[in-house]
């Protein structure tokens, strides 16, 4: 029978792929965007941080009500990760999602080096207007997305640290996450592997007492069998001896031979004199008339 061929898988262009990346964040002008702007440029993207509520709000510069708005549209796109907290006014955010960082024009706190701020605090304060990123080329808005830098003159540029550097960083949060993932399988595997030993042990101690109740049972099933025999064998003698008993009877009735008692009492007295031996005498006339009337009818 021929086997078909696999279907070939569609082919996705890139456009289509960064079109759908588009959608999934939002815009960094919205109030969604500041939120997560302000999220990954505070915190490495995937690891839980816990936010005061109002320094969030304060941070993103937006109102309780649109941060609000903002973070439950983060919510529902499933780009953020809301528990929250024993304390009301802070909650545990992480970001599930992240963007390009260079793209999103957010320089995190985390990807600076501190070769880096060294050297920047070295620096004279005349020289800052030829370091690439400094004051006069880069403007940081603070009250808007935390991090977030938006270009004064020219074309947008990344950093000293570089999108290399934070995609670094970006695979080490991940490779530590997937590593984490594993040696939790792992010792679940462990616990798993451990029970099914503990059961394949209990179901070797139950199948031994089965077996022992087993020969337990036959022993006594052949006790049992080997008493009802003799019991069936004493019952067969006792029948028995009933039949010998009446074939005997029967015979001495025959044969007119005394009867048990008549027989001691001629032992006792042998002459036949006194009152024992008319009381035999008169027994043996009245058996014999006895037996000729039993023989003329």
Wanted: charged fraction near 25%.
């Amino acid at each position: 029978m021929p086997r078909k061929s696999p279907r070939p898988a569609p082919v996705v262009s890139d456009a289509e792929t960064d079109a759908t990346a588009d959608e999934a964040f939002p815009d960094p002008a919205t109030p969604s965007g500041r939120i997560l702007a302000t999220l990954i440029g505070a915190h490495v993207p995937g690891t839980p941080a816990t936010w005061a509520t109002a320094d969030l709000y304060r941070s993103a510069g937006l109102a309780g009500e649109t941060a609000e708005t903002a973070l439950a549209d983060l919510q529902a796109r499933r780009i953020l990760d809301v528990q929250a907290t024993p304390d009301s006014a802070s909650r545990r955010l992480t970001v599930l999602l992240a963007p390009p960082l260079d793209e999103y024009g957010v320089v995190p706190s985390w990807g600076q080096s501190p070769d880096a701020d060294q050297a920047e605090s070295d620096t004279p304060s005349g020289d800052h207007a030829s370091v690439p990123g400094s004051s006069s080329e880069w403007s940081v808005v603070r009250s808007g997305t935390a991090g977030r830098v938006r270009p004064v003159g020219g074309e947008a540029r990344v950093a000293d640290n570089g999108s290399d550097r934070v995609s670094g960083v970006e695979e080490t949060a991940v490779a530590r996450q997937f590593l984490e993932r594993v040696e939790r399988l792992l010792v679940e595997c462990d616990e798993w592997r451990r029970r099914a030993l503990s059961a394949e042990d209990r179901a070797g101690s139950l199948e031994r007492q089965v077996r022992a109740v087993e020969r337990r049972t036959e022993a006594i099933q052949t006790r049992l069998d080997v008493a009802t025999d003799r019991l069936r064998a004493w019952a067969d003698l006792s029948k028995r001896m009933q039949q010998l008993s009446r074939q005997a009877d029967a015979l001495s009735r025959a044969r007119g031979a005394p009867r048990p008692r008549e027989a001691v009492e001629t032992v006792a007295n042998p002459g036949g004199t006194g009152p024992a031996g008319a009381d035999i005498r008169s027994e043996d006339a009245s058996g014999t008339v006895e037996t000729l009337v039993a023989n003329a009818s």
